[in-house]
């Protein structure tokens, strides 16, 4: 059965309405710092570097956009314009000076354009400010350590917990720190090179045995947020996820001083809650 023209017409117009809905509201069901079944946009920022990613990414998306609308639109002119019917007597000219400037300038001025924000966002991601917390990230096989030397130099090890969610990424051990407070965070590698990478907070390092690398986030919101090793290394690279939960600075403190007992004699098997603790 043939569908009319209109029938057509609504059916398409259904689509990119869904379409338009799906762009514009897809974050909203989104929950905070972890990604969603199909996922085709960028983590939802909890950081003020993940708000310069999320600029800068929007700014080359409209960029492309232009730019290649504009080639589009020059195309269609050739085919239109220069073709042999509506041309029958193409032109000789083989030089033009101002187009000839126009078009060296103008990619020399798009580039500029790219490149000065472009390493304002690498400075501001390398440039770690005054911390307020200190805490030293150790990949291992297949898990991660965590330690923090500035409140009471207890360590505690994070692994995959299987019956919590969401899946893959819920893990025994949190990492917990406060909101609005820098905390550097020192990445290093105990046998093959791993990456600390948190998508909301716009972090992403690698870990390497015996070197120490540095970056930082500041958590802007609470509530938790996940990453995952992001580079490959070994069989169970695909279960070694990263959780941190950002809490308020009474909750931190708490949380300091039941992890401080918990994590004294160096065991692991307690969960240690930002809510205080747990039996």
Same mark, same amino acid.
């Given at each position: 059965?043939?569908?009319?023209?209109?029938?057509?017409?609504?059916?398409?117009?259904?689509?990119?309405?869904?379409?338009?809905?799906?762009?514009?509201?897809?974050?909203?069901?989104?929950?905070?710092?972890?990604?969603?079944?199909?996922?085709?946009?960028?983590?939802?920022?909890?950081?003020?570097?993940?708000?310069?990613?999320?600029?800068?990414?929007?700014?080359?998306?409209?960029?492309?956009?232009?730019?290649?609308?504009?080639?589009?639109?020059?195309?269609?002119?050739?085919?239109?314009?220069?073709?042999?019917?509506?041309?029958?007597?193409?032109?000789?000219? $083989?030089?033009? $000076?101002?187009?000839?400037?126009?078009?060296?300038?103008?990619?020399?001025?798009?580039?500029?354009?790219?490149?000065?924000?472009?390493?304002?966002?690498?400075?501001?991601?390398?440039?770690?400010?005054?911390?307020?917390?200190?805490?030293?990230?150790?990949?291992?096989?297949?898990?991660?350590?965590?330690?923090?030397?500035?409140?009471?130099?207890?360590?505690?090890?994070?692994?995959?917990?299987?019956?919590?969610?969401?899946?893959?990424?819920?893990?025994?051990?949190?990492?917990?720190?406060?909101?609005?407070?820098?905390?550097?965070?020192?990445? $290093?590698?105990?046998?093959?090179?791993?990456?600390?990478?948190?998508?909301?907070?716009?972090?992403?390092?690698?870990?390497?045995?015996?070197?120490?690398?540095? $970056?930082?986030?500041?958590? /802007?919101?609470?509530?938790?947020?996940?990453?995952?090793?992001?580079?490959?290394?070994?069989?169970?690279?695909?279960?070694?996820?990263?959780?941190?939960?950002?809490?308020?600075?009474?909750?931190?403190?708490?949380?300091?001083?039941?992890?401080?007992?918990?994590?004294?004699?160096?065991? /692991?098997?307690?969960?240690?809650?930002?809510?205080?603790? /747990?039996?």
């Amino acid at each position: 059965m043939r569908m009319s023209m209109g029938r057509v017409g609504r059916h398409l117009l259904g689509l990119a309405v869904a379409g338009l809905t799906l762009a514009t509201g897809g974050s909203a069901f989104a929950e905070l710092g972890q990604p969603e079944p199909w996922e085709w946009h960028l983590q939802g920022s909890g950081s003020p570097v993940m708000d310069n990613i999320v600029w800068f990414h929007n700014f080359l998306s409209v960029l492309i956009i232009v730019i290649t609308l504009f080639v589009l639109a020059l195309l269609v002119i050739v085919v239109v314009k220069f073709n042999s019917r509506a041309n029958p007597v193409p032109s000789r000219t $083989t030089h033009n $000076t101002l187009i000839e400037v126009v078009w060296t300038l103008v990619p020399v001025l798009i580039l500029v354009g790219i490149a000065v924000p472009s390493f304002r966002l690498l400075f501001l991601e390398l440039d770690v400010p005054k911390a307020d917390l200190t805490i030293k990230a150790t990949g291992k096989q297949w898990y991660w350590s965590y330690a923090y030397p500035d409140n009471g130099k207890f360590e505690f090890d994070s692994l995959m917990a299987q019956d919590k969610q969401p899946r893959l990424l819920g893990v025994d051990n949190e990492m917990v720190v406060p909101v609005n407070k820098v905390v550097r965070v020192q990445v $290093t590698g105990a046998d093959v090179i791993h990456a600390f990478a948190l998508p909301a907070f716009g972090v992403k390092i690698d870990a390497i045995p015996g070197r120490l690398n540095e $970056t930082w986030f500041k958590a /802007t919101k609470t509530g938790m947020f996940y990453g995952q090793c992001s580079e490959l290394c070994g069989k169970d690279h695909a279960f070694m996820p990263i959780a941190i939960r950002v809490v308020n600075d009474q909750e931190f403190a708490s949380w300091v001083e039941a992890a401080k007992k918990k994590y004294a004699s160096g065991g /692991t098997s307690t969960y240690a809650s930002a809510a205080g603790p /747990t039996q």
